[in-house]
């Protein structure tokens, strides 16, 4: 059996070093991925929340921060 030469060593290197950074990719696509369903989720259960809440509440509760922040500024 004959040994690999140069050339056929450097090929499976590159092949090597493009299947990590593909697997470096693909890993933190799916931690983004991730990310962005959990917001999703935080953001549908407090669109829950608020439309369970009575209106007038949440229009006090908005006229009662615009008075806070004009406070403190």
Same mark, same amino acid.
């Given at each position: 059996?004959?040994?690999?030469?140069?050339?056929?060593?450097?090929?499976?290197?590159?092949?090597?070093?493009?299947?990590?950074?593909?697997?470096?990719?693909?890993?933190?696509? %799916?931690? %983004?991925?991730?990310?962005?369903?959990?917001?999703i989720n935080i953001e549908t259960e407090a669109i829950k929340i608020l439309k369970a809440k009575p209106k007038m509440a949440v229009w006090s509760s908005i006229r009662l921060r615009s008075k806070q922040a004009k406070v403190e500024t």
């Open positions: 059996m004959k040994g690999l030469d140069f050339s056929e060593i450097c090929r499976q290197e590159v092949v090597r070093y493009i299947d990590n950074v593909a697997i470096i990719a693909d890993t933190y696509f %799916k931690r %983004k991925l991730d990310a962005s369903v959990n917001q």
